[in-house]
């Protein structure tokens, strides 16, 4: 479950906060990239079977030396093998896309004094687990945490990043992460945003 900077309501009872997840620029670019793609090496198998060049040069390019004027991939195995992975893209952009069109993973984080509940609201695909829901009561939430670990960059550049993720403690559920390291979020914007939550719900902010 994570927390989001966006903030939805804030009042002295209520604080909602929207969980974006798949409707982001990034997802829209790859599932876009991979059906082009994958048309693309569909496109290259059909002209493979039906006997098709699939390149043609232009004739001062084809002048040179070992430059043919055009290039043909036999059916088999080439061309079967474009069908095969334009087959497997097309997959892969169908469902980059349906999880696009549904928002999966997005939903909401409400605190609500009034009932005394801390709801987390997901939305998955649907059927009978279109919502996903994790209530906790209030009085079971024993801090808010600001933990920091250590990433190792590559071996080449054997770099080291701190990345901080704020938990909510709990007494049944443990600890519930409510950033996430995909958010971004820079150190003071993580600090904010745990300082507000614990505030709220009136219960200490621990490193």
């Known amino acids: 479950m994570g927390v989001s900077i966006f903030v939805i309501v804030r009042s002295p009872d209520l604080q909602v906060y929207y969980v974006p997840e798949t409707r982001k620029r990034s997802n829209f670019f790859w599932a876009f990239i991979i059906l082009l793609g994958s048309l693309g090496l569909l496109l290259l198998a059909i002209f493979s079977y039906i006997g098709m060049d699939l390149f043609f040069f232009y004739k001062e390019i084809s002048d040179f030396p070992f430059i043919p004027d055009s290039i043909y991939f036999p059916f088999i195995p080439q061309g079967i093998t474009l069908f095969f992975y334009g087959i497997a893209g097309l997959l892969i952009s169908l469902y980059l896309w349906v999880i696009v069109i549904w928002d999966v993973g997005s939903g909401y984080d409400r605190f609500d004094k009034k009932n005394k ?17 994790l209530e906790v009561p209030m009085e079971e939430v024993q801090s808010i945490r600001i933990i920091t670990g250590v990433i190792e960059g590559s071996i080449f550049t054997r770099t080291l990043t701190y990345e901080s993720i704020i938990y909510m403690e709990t007494i049944e559920q443990g600890f519930i992460p409510l950033t996430r390291i995909e958010d971004n979020l820079i150190p003071q914007q993580i600090a904010d945003k745990a300082a507000e939550i614990a505030r709220f719900l009136g219960v200490p902010l621990l490193y």
């Not at 998955?124 to 279109?130: I, L, M, S, T, Y």
């Open 117 to 133: 509940k801390v709801l987390f609201l997901r939305w998955g695909f649907p059927g009978k687990n279109r919502r996903i829901i």
